[in-house]
């Protein structure tokens, strides 16, 4: 089974602080490596859609993920694939604002929806614009009545204003929405605004610390009886911990997850939108089943801890939009949460022991759009 990410449209109804706020931003500097873009890709998707339908074809289990942009800006799109296309699974990547322009039969047929949200109302108004927590509680109870028996992440973006441990733990808690799983990213390595941040300060401070109380309340949830919370930047490592399994990149970019671009070219990744250097063919003539791997020299093949991290992120391996103190700020991250959750396997392993939980609780799809490793 190979996931891919079909862009629909480079357009979106919203102007994130940390996505398309930047680019309107004096204050970022570009830093990173040069890389040859195709500005040639159209700013929607302009494909034969038979070609798209036999490429699929060929794989009998394949996962279309929509995407954008904001990919219900081309609900049209959506629904003729979803009416047309050979048998395959879908999922959704969106901002949540626009899920009532799909009829209940298509909102059904979502194995995954993930929407972006931030954490408590505050904090995402203050990045996603004001009213906009609302809205996306209006629009996942939408989901709820339409019949969506699906897994529903909630997708966070997290930087330096934000508590991990609260806004995680409010989304949890909170009842006003049926959120079944969280996903957090962390607001780095993507826009060169390292010049701009006081990133070192949060994450020894902050973000470091709040991980560790997360996989206590974590572990300490499984021993009250409360089960296995689905938060996947722990969910998918314990599984691998347990299994004594090491894993490559953790999202499944340039191996088991593409892209497909405006144009049918593939890509191993959604952030790597027209990198021609790195594609691996075009839907007219590529067998889905056989695309090439993809992957880069860095030192992440050299990491000790390369098989439980997967190496983050291909595209800022490629990229480097941050000056080294900056990424290696990054992998201590990783490093935390590596020992925190190394720390705590052994009380998993009891709480199994114990019949409080089973293995198979860890159980989720893999490449299901989340990162894995914040």
Same mark, same amino acid.
């Given at each position: 089974? $190979?996931?891919?990410?079909?862009?629909?449209?480079?357009?979106?109804?919203?102007?994130?602080?940390?996505? %398309?706020?930047?680019?309107?931003?004096?204050?970022?500097?570009?830093?990173?490596?040069?890389?040859?873009?195709?500005?040639?890709?159209?700013?929607?998707?302009?494909?034969?859609?038979?070609?798209?339908?036999?490429?699929?074809?060929?794989?009998?289990?394949?996962?279309?993920?929509?995407?954008?942009?904001?990919?219900?800006?081309?609900?049209?799109?959506?629904?003729?694939?979803?009416?047309?296309?050979?048998?395959?699974?879908?999922?959704?990547?969106?901002?949540?604002?626009?899920?009532?322009?799909?009829?209940?039969?298509?909102?059904?047929?979502?194995?995954?929806?993930?929407?972006?949200?931030?954490?408590?109302?505050?904090?995402?108004?203050?990045?996603?614009?004001?009213?906009?927590? /609302?809205?996306?509680? #209006?629009?996942?109870?939408?989901?709820?009545?339409?019949?969506?028996?699906?897994?529903?992440?909630?997708?966070?973006?997290?930087?330096?204003? $934000?508590?991990?441990?609260?806004?995680?733990?409010?989304?949890?808690?909170?009842?006003?929405?049926?959120?079944?799983?969280?996903?957090? /990213?962390?607001?780095?390595?993507?826009?060169?605004?390292?010049?701009?941040?006081?990133?070192? %300060?949060?994450?020894? #401070?902050?973000?470091?610390?709040?991980?560790?109380?997360?996989?206590?309340?974590?572990?300490?949830?499984?021993?009250?009886? #409360?089960?296995?919370?689905?938060?996947?930047?722990?969910? /998918?490592?314990?599984?691998?911990?347990?299994?004594?399994?090491?894993?490559?990149?953790?999202?499944?970019?340039?191996?088991?997850?593409?892209?497909?671009?405006?144009?049918?070219?593939?890509?191993?990744?959604?952030?790597?939108?027209?990198?021609?250097?790195?594609?691996?063919?075009?839907?007219?003539?590529?067998?889905?089943?056989?695309?090439?791997?993809?992957? $880069?020299?860095?030192?992440?093949?050299?990491?000790?801890?390369?098989?439980?991290?997967?190496?983050?992120?291909?595209?800022? /391996?490629?990229?480097?939009?941050?000056?080294?103190?900056? %990424?290696?700020? $990054?992998?201590?991250?990783?490093?935390?949460?590596?020992?925190?959750?190394?720390?705590?396997?052994?009380?998993?392993?009891?709480?199994?022991?114990?019949?409080?939980?089973?293995?198979?609780?860890?159980?989720?799809?893999?490449?299901?759009?989340?990162?894995?490793?914040?």
């Amino acid at each position: 089974m $190979v996931f891919f990410h079909l862009i629909l449209t480079d357009t979106c109804n919203l102007c994130c602080s940390y996505c %398309r706020g930047k680019i309107h931003s004096g204050d970022v500097e570009w830093c990173g490596r040069d890389v040859e873009i195709d500005t040639a890709l159209p700013p929607d998707l302009s494909i034969d859609l038979d070609d798209l339908y036999t490429f699929i074809e060929r794989d009998p289990d394949a996962c279309i993920t929509f995407y954008g942009g904001e990919p219900l800006m081309r609900s049209d799109l959506i629904t003729e694939i979803m009416d047309h296309a050979p048998p395959c699974r879908f999922m959704i990547q969106t901002n949540g604002l626009l899920l009532k322009d799909l009829e209940p039969r298509h909102i059904r047929r979502f194995e995954t929806i993930l929407v972006s949200i931030d954490g408590p109302p505050p904090v995402t108004d203050r990045h996603r614009g004001a009213g906009t927590y /609302q809205r996306v509680m #209006e629009n996942c109870a939408y989901l709820e009545s339409a019949g969506f028996t699906g897994e529903l992440i909630a997708r966070m973006t997290v930087g330096e204003d $934000v508590d991990i441990h609260d806004a995680v733990t409010f989304l949890h808690r909170n009842r006003d929405h049926s959120f079944r799983a969280l996903h957090w /990213q962390m607001d780095a390595e993507f826009a060169g605004d390292a010049g701009t941040r006081s990133f070192h %300060r949060w994450l020894n #401070e902050s973000y470091n610390p709040g991980i560790r109380r997360l996989i206590h309340d974590w572990v300490g949830m499984m021993a009250g009886g #409360e089960g296995v919370a689905r938060w996947y930047p722990f969910l /998918q490592p314990m599984q691998d911990l347990l299994a004594c399994r090491d894993s490559w990149l953790r999202c499944g970019a340039g191996y088991a997850n593409y892209t497909i671009m405006t144009d049918g070219h593939i890509g191993p990744c959604p952030v790597m939108i027209g990198m021609k250097e790195y594609y691996a063919g075009h839907i007219r003539d590529a067998n889905p089943l056989s695309l090439p791997v993809v992957e $880069v020299e860095s030192e992440c093949t050299r990491c000790p801890i390369r098989g439980f991290c997967g190496g983050r992120c291909l595209y800022s /391996q490629i990229v480097r939009p941050w000056p080294d103190e900056m %990424r290696l700020a $990054v992998c201590d991250s990783v490093k935390n949460l590596y020992a925190g959750l190394v720390e705590a396997l052994p009380l998993v392993r009891r709480c199994i022991a114990e019949g409080r939980i089973n293995e198979g609780d860890f159980s989720h799809t893999r490449y299901n759009g989340c990162e894995i490793i914040p």
